[in-house]
Nanobody, 117 residues
Framework: VQLVESGGGSVQPGESLTLSCIAS????????MTWVRQVEVKGPEWVAT????????DYAASVKGRFTISRDNAKNTVYLNMNNLRPEDTALYYC???????????WGQGTRVTVSS
């Protein structure tokens, strides 16, 4: 199993970024996928989850209405579109196989997002 994130960067508050995660080594279409973020001094924070077919999504309250999770099973890719970014969104973002932080079994290496003026 391999998960490779990309798309992170440094942006100003209010700007947008889209993260991508390409999966390989398993049947991507049979697994829910999740984005998790982590700040160094804190534990991992669940961000969003998408069901196998993409018809069900769920978001942390802190990102609801600003972030959108989506997937393309033909491309084995899950996305996180982040709008109206805030400094508190600064973190290392990971995609993970599974539904919650406790119920994920594989994580990528992470992509860093920095929001600063």
């Amino acid at each position: 199993v391999q998960l490779v994130e990309s798309g992170g960067g440094s942006v100003q508050p209010g700007e947008s970024l889209t993260l991508s995660c390409i999966a390989s080594g398993f049947d991507f279409s049979k697994y829910a996928m999740t984005w998790v973020r982590q700040v160094e001094v804190k534990g991992p924070e669940w961000v969003a989850t998408i069901s196998t077919g993409g018809d069900y999504t769920d978001y942390a309250a802190s990102v609801k209405g600003r972030f959108t999770i989506s997937r393309d099973n033909a491309k084995n890719t899950v996305y996180l579109n982040m709008n109206n970014l805030r400094p508190e969104d600064t973190a290392l973002y990971y995609c993970a196989r599974g539904t919650t932080v406790q119920r994920t079994d594989y994580w990528g290496q992470g992509t860093r997002v920095t929001v600063s003026s």
